[in-house]
Every structure is written in structure tokens, then in C-alpha cells.
């Protein structure tokens, strides 16, 4: 089975892409909604998050991600804190996901990952893609989501790898500044590369 990491800076377009790989039939493991589903009510990770860092939600709410973000954001142990509590329950279900689709004998799936060198989930990877847009879109896109500020913005950006470095870092790097179309069009153009 070959696994395709997929990663890109915050409002690259990378959901865009997974929705395009699950059109083509191919199985993806979202990292970020793990997460969410994990800081949602009844998430396995809300009990230890409630203890630790306070009144930011409660068992059957879910994590308050923006009281958790305001914390994690301006405090580096915090945010070590979170990882530490989060990514091992991120692995253990991507694990789990890997397990399943090997059972069902998939050829290629994707895995989902924003912080996938960050994390150095890479080396699960036998190849990368990286979806990138010029700087000025991301920070355009970015900045039309709900609650997002240029503060918010520029901390989240502090704490990921800068696009540049994750497209060097990359086999495939995937503009997404052209239009859906156009990148999906390259997109399948790679994948028959592949085969």
C-alpha cells in the first residue's frame, strides 16, 4: 500500500485537494478532524484538556477552541502540553485507519496531515505533496474565517514550517492558486506518474 502525505500552510487549499482525492476514490485519514472530533463533546481528548488547562469547555460541549487557542498561543509549554495530550491520540487513529485500509487492500491512500514534517509524520510517507499558494491568497483566505485576525494568523504561522521549506521538503508541490480545475487536472496528471 502507498501512502501519500498531504500538507500545506494554513488556507492553502489543502481540504480542497483531500475532497479531490476522495472523488478520485482514493480512502483519506483527516488529521485535523480527528482533532475535532476528539476536542468535541464526549472526545476522548476532553477529559485531560478540562483538567489541565481549566475552563475551556466541558465533557458533553467539547473543547472551546478559541479559549484554547488564546491559551496555547501565547505560551509555548501550553502548547507542548496540548501536542503532548493530542498527537499520539491523532496517531493511534491514523494507526488505525493505516490497519483497516491494508485489511481492505487499498493500493494508495492519503493522509492529511497540516503539521505532517512538523510533526515527522513524513517518514510514514513514501511520497509527499505540498499544497501551496502565494502568500498574499493564504493570508486573504485566512483571514475571511470565522474568529481568524492577523494575530491569530501570524502565531499559527509562527508555529508551522514556512510554505517555502514544506515545498522544498516535498516530492510534489500542488499550486492552488490557479483554480480547482487546474489542480485537479495536475493532480491526476502526478498520480498516473505513480502507478
Known amino acids: 500500500m502507498k501512502i501519500i502525505g498531504l500538507t500545506g500552510s494554513i488556507a492553502s487549499g489543502k481540504s480542497s485537494v483531500s475532497q479531490m482525492f476522495r472523488h478520485?476514490?482514493?480512502p483519506v485519514h483527516d488529521a485535523d478532524k480527528t482533532v475535532h472530533e476528539l476536542m468535541g463533546a464526549y472526545g476522548l481528548a476532553v477529559p485531560e484538556l478540562l483538567s489541565?488547562?481549566?475552563?475551556?469547555?466541558?465533557?458533553?460541549?467539547g473543547i472551546n477552541r478559541k479559549k484554547l487557542g488564546e491559551i496555547v498561543f501565547s505560551?509555548?509549554?501550553?502548547k507542548y502540553e496540548l501536542e503532548s495530550i493530542i498527537h499520539p491520540l491523532v496517531w493511534r487513529d491514523r494507526n488505525k485507519f493505516l490497519e483497516q485500509m491494508r485489511h481492505?487492500?487499498?493500493?494508495?491512500?492519503?493522509?492529511?496531515?497540516?503539521?505532517?514534517?512538523?510533526?515527522?509524520s513524513n517518514v510514514i510517507c513514501n511520497k509527499v505533496i505540498c499544497v501551496w499558494a502565494p502568500i498574499f491568497?493564504?493570508?486573504?483566505?485566512?483571514?475571511?474565517r470565522a474568529g481568524m485576525t492577523s494575530d491569530k494568523l501570524n502565531a499559527?504561522?509562527?508555529?508551522?514550517?514556512?510554505?517555502?521549506?514544506?515545498?522544498?521538503l516535498a516530492d510534489f508541490c500542488l499550486p492552488s492558486g490557479l483554480g480547482k480545475a487546474y489542480s485537479f487536472k495536475l493532480l491526476k496528471r502526478w498520480l498516473i506518474t505513480q502507478r
Request: no cysteine; charged share 25%.
Open 24 to 26: 478520485l476514490g482514493i
Open 52 to 61: 489541565i488547562f481549566g475552563n475551556i469547555g466541558s465533557i458533553d460541549q
Open 75 to 78: 505560551d509555548e509549554s501550553a
Open 104 to 120: 481492505n487492500r487499498k493500493k494508495v491512500i492519503i493522509v492529511d496531515i497540516p503539521l505532517l514534517f512538523e510533526t515527522g
Open 137 to 144: 491568497l493564504l493570508r486573504q483566505r485566512a483571514l475571511k
Open 156 to 168: 499559527i504561522l509562527h508555529h508551522q514550517l514556512p510554505q517555502y521549506e514544506k515545498m522544498r
